[in-house]
């Protein structure tokens, strides 16, 4: 792996190169299993395909935090109301380039995928557009949304926070959550074979990485996490046992706690959520996302000639000893895709119990494929 990989090779690479020992189910059985659970709790049909589509779609791309292993959790947010099924989509006010939206609680997916269409169609008619949206739950793999501005020639930009929900993230320096994961991502339109974008937590690592490895009985590597009593850890239990994820960059975590700061200013105050924990508990994905249209600055057609040149650029870099490739921001994304939709996903044990156990509760077990 690592001659493959080289430096670019993390422990979420490493679990999902099938070094583990476990199952592979094909893509379109997992949709349809998460689909009949999602029916069967409550969602509506538009709303289940959404939300498995995107799932699969994540472990598709390797983020198999954000893919199925959520259903079950998605599921119970809806029995104890926290995730409201057919809610309704409130624009709370806009102009021909902004929209303020409420989703009162509904399919963070089903909600943000909309909003992004909207924003796109705003761009396309005044170049560039911006969207915030508060009340929601969890929308997933945030890269899925901006490469929907990037297939339709734009340049696409999105950052989420959980809101008032419970926090998991120190401060640079700090030994107590006070910041989501705060994600941050860029795609970029091109002819590359996959989408040119970037996707990240500003923390040292999402809190589902964690919430994965556990699952797989995995350690943790050390600088994502300390326990609760300040110490560095690799046991990813320390995590739900009072520890704290650290912001991204080590040393150098500073950077990413000042990024995550911004993230919490564009998608917690800009959206109305506010900053800190409010006694509900549940879980609040605020979001401001952004399109803008290439034609209004040059050519998209040379433009996405350009991208593909400087992706080539950087692939041919004299690599360090070792490494066998270099690849461009979403390539690895692309690989593993393309792989996954040939060979089938892997899914550990647990997480398969967990889908049967709410299968048994809803009485639909003997229609999932999960075999």
């Known amino acids: 792996a690592r001659l493959l990989f080289g430096p670019l090779l993390s422990f979420d690479n490493f679990i999902h190169l099938g070094v583990c020992?476990?199952?592979?189910?094909?893509?379109?059985?997992?949709?349809?299993?998460?689909?009949?659970?999602?029916?069967?709790?409550?969602?509506?049909?538009?709303?289940?395909?959404?939300?498995?589509?995107?799932?699969?779609?994540?472990?598709?791309?390797?983020?198999?935090?954000?893919?199925?292993?959520?259903?079950?959790?998605?599921?119970?947010?809806?029995?104890?109301?926290?995730?409201?099924?057919?809610?309704?989509?409130?624009?709370?006010?806009?102009?021909?380039?902004?929209?303020?939206?409420?989703?009162?609680?509904?399919?963070?997916?089903?909600?943000?995928e909309r909003a992004m269409k909207m924003t796109i169609e705003k761009a396309k008619k005044s170049n560039i557009a911006a969207t915030t949206i508060h009340?929601?739950?969890?929308?997933?793999?945030?890269?899925?949304?901006?490469?929907?501005?990037?297939?339709?020639?734009?340049?696409?930009?999105?950052?989420?926070?959980?809101?008032?929900?419970?926090?998991?993230?120190?401060?640079?320096?700090?030994?107590?959550?006070?910041?989501?994961?705060?994600?941050?991502?860029?795609a970029i339109p091109s002819n590359l074979d996959g989408t040119f974008f970037i996707d990240m937590a500003t923390s040292a690592v999402a809190n589902g990485k964690v919430k994965l490895a556990l699952a797989r009985g995995q350690d943790i590597p050390e600088g994502w996490v300390i326990d609760k009593d300040g110490n560095p850890t690799t046991n990813p239990q320390d995590?739900?046992?009072?520890?704290?994820?650290?912001?991204?960059?080590?040393?150098?975590?500073?950077?990413?706690?000042?990024l995550s700061a911004m993230v919490e200013v564009f998608s917690g105050l800009l959206t109305g959520l506010g900053f800190g924990v409010e006694a509900s508990g549940r879980h609040n994905d605020g979001v401001f996302m952004?399109?803008?249209?290439?034609?209004?600055?040059?050519?998209?057609?040379?433009?996405?000639?350009e991208v593909d040149d400087f992706a080539k650029y950087l692939k041919a870099t004299r690599?360090?000893?070792?490494?066998?490739?270099?690849?461009?921001?979403?390539?690895?994304?692309?690989?593993?895709?393309?792989?996954?939709?040939?060979?089938g996903i892997e899914i550990e044990d647990s997480t398969?119990?967990?889908?049967?156990a709410v299968g048994e509760k809803y009485k639909v077990v003997d229609k999932l494929l999960l075999d």
């Open 319 to 343: 690599k360090q000893k070792g490494v066998d490739e270099i690849f461009y921001p979403g390539e690895l994304e692309h690989i593993r895709a393309t792989a996954r939709g040939r060979d």
């Open 135 to 186: 009340k929601q739950s969890h929308v997933g793999r945030v890269g899925a949304y901006p490469s929907m501005a990037a297939a339709e020639g734009m340049i696409g930009m999105m950052t989420a926070d959980s809101g008032r929900s419970p926090k998991s993230v120190a401060p640079f320096g700090g030994a107590e959550a006070r910041l989501g994961t705060n994600p941050i991502c860029y």
């Open 21 to 112: 020992d476990m199952p592979l189910i094909q893509a379109d059985r997992l949709t349809k299993t998460a689909h009949i659970l999602l029916a069967a709790a409550g969602a509506s049909e538009e709303e289940s395909e959404i939300v498995s589509r995107h799932c699969i779609s994540a472990n598709l791309a390797g983020h198999d935090s954000h893919g199925i292993i959520q259903i079950p959790s998605y599921i119970d947010r809806v029995e104890r109301g926290h995730i409201v099924p057919g809610a309704p989509f409130e624009i709370v006010q806009e102009s021909d380039t902004t929209t303020v939206i409420n989703g009162n609680w509904g399919f963070g997916y089903a909600i943000s």
């Open 352 to 356: 398969v119990a967990k889908l049967r």
């Open 239 to 258: 995590l739900y046992d009072g520890g704290v994820l650290l912001p991204l960059g080590g040393p150098e975590g500073h950077k990413g706690y000042g």
């Open 290 to 305: 952004v399109a803008f249209k290439v034609e209004a600055f040059r050519s998209l057609e040379t433009f996405k000639s």
